[in-house]
Nanobody
Framework: QVQLVESGGGLVQPGGSLRLSCAASGFTLSGYATGWFRQAPGLEREGVACSSNTDGTTYYAEAVKGRVTISRDNAKNTVYLQMDSLTPEDTAVYYC?????????????????WGQGTQVTVSS
């Protein structure tokens, strides 16, 4: 069964950090581009960070540049999202996804396998 399972979300104070994990099963992540997306209430889903499986290229949304790092551990078939200096505006459900995104547009339409999402809440 092909699936992605996220973990690591939760409640964190402004300025804090979280590391999200996304474990794949039923397929090998190293053969796919991977991405983290988020959706806040009332807003459209947006690409946060994406990673190429071919040349190591990464994409970061302007809102998170310098605060977020996407990485993958092929041996563990897992992708991570390290988030630092979190603000209330980062509050959302975060989803990981895998797909074919050779130009690394980091658009949801390029990703066909999705996790169930993990809630991140930044609040004091």
């Amino acid at each position: 069964q092909v699936q992605l399972v996220e973990s690591g979300g939760g409640l964190v104070q402004p300025g804090g950090s979280l590391r999200l994990s996304c474990a794949a099963s039923g397929f090998t992540l190293s053969g796919y581009a991977t991405g983290w997306f988020r959706q806040a209430p009332g807003l459209e889903r947006e690409g946060v960070a994406c990673s190429s499986n071919t040349d190591g290229t990464t994409y970061y949304a302007e809102a998170v540049k310098g605060r977020v790092t996407i990485s993958r551990d092929n041996a563990k078939n897992t992708v991570y999202l390290q988030m630092d200096s979190l603000t209330p505006e980062d509050t959302a459900v975060y989803y990981c996804a895998a797909g074919f995104d050779p130009m690394l547009y980091c658009g949801g339409d390029y990703y066909g396998v999705w996790g169930q999402g993990t809630q991140v809440t930044v609040s004091s």
